[in-house]
């Protein structure tokens, strides 16, 4: 049955997946756009990996739909779909040279020999190891390991790209760089790609769009910049860099009390005056008080710990009038020099943004 759901790539609907009485998805909605890039992320056992799955077929959902390019793939099996996939693990066969893991999806298409030793090689170029077609998997590092599932998961040329963590076995140092990578090969193929991970940092820097996850329900879905800045709840603000939380009063439609300091808020919620909220502001967006001229109140706050962390250099503050026992703030280390700020001192901040407010739980 073919149903016009042309306007997206990909297309979820109403998915559940249960294992036993166990719910691992609830009702997922969501479409994906051709030659996007998305990022499936969310703490361990959240079922980014069971969705991935259930767009491969190789688990079914339990209900609900899915439409690949149109057409209603929801109980093909993987081997009817149009996929490439990469796991965490590397998954190639360590009996087979790189050049016939890289193929093994073509000999299966019955392709000519010599078309696939001309792919074979345009494959390995294009993940940058050339040289590597007669190595073994054991041979190679983690990282280039990693480039051979690539290059073997684009082999048939797969209009979508599956990938499930695939940086999370890999140094810091190669993991950054293969990030790179990955979303350049992508932008170059133009291939549609879902990247299951749990790493914000990695989905902030790779993503179009991210989908954040908890507990088999999708919380957000945005950009990573909508992602950063508006998080819908203080789940998403949580998971995604760091926030500082505040109990707050709201005081009028558009100003709230933290402590004792009255502040304007970004009024992303409905308020009632009266009411208890929480507050929340990023690192950044704490400033020592001669950097802007504001009419706001400045928080007296004493540092109550350094940490350099290179081009910045983050404070542990607190604040009697914030009735804040810890709170983070960021400051480029230039400024921190300039200021010769020191353990113990008391230091004037202002907010350069609006707190934004959440329902107190
Ligand atoms: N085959 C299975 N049988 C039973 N429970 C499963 C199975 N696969 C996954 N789960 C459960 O479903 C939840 C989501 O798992 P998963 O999708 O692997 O999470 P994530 O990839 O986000 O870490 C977890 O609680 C996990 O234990
Ligand atoms: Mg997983």
């Not at 893991?101 to 294009?126: F, H, T």
């Not at 950054?176 to 940092?201: A, C, N, P, S, Y």
């Not at 290179?310 to 709170?327: D, E, H």
């Amino acid at each position: 049955m073919s149903i016009n759901k042309a306007s997206h790539y990909l297309v979820i609907e109403n998915l559940t997946k249960r294992f036993g009485e166990f719910v691992a998805l609830q009702d997922i909605n969501l479409n994906i756009n051709e030659s996007e890039f998305v990022c499936f992320l969310g703490p361990s056992g959240c079922g980014k990996t069971t969705l991935l799955r259930a767009i491969a077929g190789l688990d079914l959902q339990s209900s609900g739909n899915i439409f690949q390019a149109g057409k209603d793939i929801s109980v093909l099996p993987p081997s009817g779909r149009d996929f490439g996939i990469v796991f965490q693990s590397y998954a190639l066969f360590p009996n087979l040279t790189v050049a016939k893991n890289v193929s093994y999806g073509l000999e299966n298409a019955k392709i000519p020999k010599d078309q696939i030793n001309k792919r074979v090689n345009e494959l390995l170029e294009m993940v940058g190891l050339p040289e590597k077609a007669n190595a073994y998997p054991a041979n190679l590092s983690g990282g280039q390991q990693q480039r051979i599932a690539l290059a073997r998961a684009l082999a048939t040329s797969p209009s979508l790209l599956l990938l499930d963590e695939p940086l999370s076995a890999l140094d810091a140092k190669v993991r950054v760089f293969l990030r790179h990578e990955i979303k350049q090969l992508q932008r170059k193929l133009g291939v549609t790609t879902i990247m299951v991970t749990h790493d914000q940092e990695e989905a902030l820097t790779m993503a179009d769009r991210i989908v954040v996850m908890k507990q088999g329900v999708i919380e957000q879905i945005g950009s990573p910049n909508e992602i950063y800045q508006q998080p819908k709840s203080v789940f998403v603000a949580d998971f995604i860099g760091t926030m500082n939380f505040f109990e707050a009063q709201v005081m009028a439609d558009n100003q709230i009390k933290i402590g004792e300091l009255q502040f304007e808020h970004d009024s992303n919620i409905d308020t009632v005056v009266g009411e208890r909220v929480t507050a929340a502001v990023r690192p950044e967006e704490f400033v020592i008080s001669q950097q802007v001229e504001s009419s706001e109140h400045k928080i007296e706050a004493t540092i109550r710990e350094i940490e350099f962390l290179g081009s910045l250099v983050r404070l542990r503050l607190s604040s009697k009038q914030m009735q804040a026992k810890s709170f983070i703030m960021n400051i480029e280390e230039r400024m921190f020099r300039a200021n010769a700020l020191d353990e113990g001192d008391t230091i004037s901040l202002s907010v350069i943004t609006s707190p934004r407010l959440y329902p107190h739980d």
